[in-house]
């Protein structure tokens, strides 16, 4: 591991620690996140979504492969100059086992933390993992995270909202402070949208609370969030739907209308490359 991943783990891990909130968007790839850092933000996150639509896969579980993921991650990585945290699903597997070794090949990427989830349809439940598997699974991917020779951040998720949990809230906050007692550095329950459970969530978890927005029917802002206690913000798929929004709505005006009109809010391309050459420090 490089000095600049130790630069870029501790100031991840502080991130975390230091006071106020602060933003983690989601890229998919190199290009998208190098527009995130020049826009000042101290941190991306991957999308495992965005990565699967950019390679032309849909985000169903088991598409997109652990060595795909890890190696548009290791571009995106090796691209900036900030921290990236790595969405790694539910670990690629199962076992503790195979959660652990997806941490350590993370960590090969150049990334400052990874996420893990804590439900897989294939696993055959159609259900979440149960309480004491999850809790060895972040056991297992702390005890890899604490090996490494340099700062990692580890994110668990607890994705009772999303699969319909029948009391989502209680079993959310039992799971994440359970995860946090086995290691876990920040605290994720996708799927929470409303001020008052997310000033409830955050009061009840012993831990950073990273909230997702940028999905539909989540209009709060970042003071907003602040105000609530919440420590992290990130964004999933959303900005990388959005762009395919954007070529869907210009595939269907080439096709529909015969005209260009979308393209009057593109970047010139002598402005991106100079950007990226500005940005690649070339």
Request: hydrophobic share 40%; glycine share 10%; aromatic share 8%.
């Amino acid at each position: 591991m490089s000095g600049a991943q130790t630069t870029k783990g501790q100031a991840f891990r502080d991130l975390h620690s230091a006071d106020g909130i602060f933003v983690m968007p989601n890229a998919w790839n190199a290009g998208s996140a190098l527009m995130l850092q020049a826009a000042g933000f101290p941190a991306v996150g991957t999308s495992s979504a965005g990565i699967a639509f950019g390679l032309g896969f849909p985000d169903y579980e088991g598409v997109l492969t652990r060595q795909a993921a890890l190696e548009e991650t290791a571009r995106i990585a090796g691209a900036l100059r900030i921290p990236v945290s790595m969405d790694a699903e539910n670990g690629y597997g199962h076992t503790p086992e195979e959660v652990a070794e997806t941490i350590r090949l993370a960590a090969e990427t150049g990334v400052a933390g990874a996420s893990i989830e804590d439900y897989a349809a294939a696993y055959g439940t159609g259900d979440l993992y149960d309480r004491a598997l999850s809790v060895e699974r972040i056991e297992a991917a702390a005890t890899a995270a604490a090996s490494l020779p340099f700062p990692f951040t580890l994110t668990a998720r607890a994705e009772c909202y999303l699969m319909g949990h029948p009391n989502p809230f209680e079993e959310s906050v039992t799971r994440v402070n359970l995860y946090r007692e086995a290691g876990a550095d920040c605290l994720y329950v996708p799927g929470v949208k409303d001020p008052e459970t997310i000033g409830r969530l955050v009061k009840e978890v012993d831990g950073p609370v990273n909230v997702v927005m940028g999905l539909a029917g989540s209009p709060m802002s970042v003071s907003q969030l602040e105000d609530l206690g919440v420590k992290r913000v990130s964004i999933g798929g959303s900005l990388a739907r959005a762009t395919f929004g954007l070529i869907r709505r210009a595939a269907e005006e080439m096709r529909d209308r015969g005209t260009f009109t979308y393209s009057e809010e593109q970047v010139p391309n002598g402005q991106l490359c100079r950007f990226f050459d500005e940005q690649r420090g070339s």
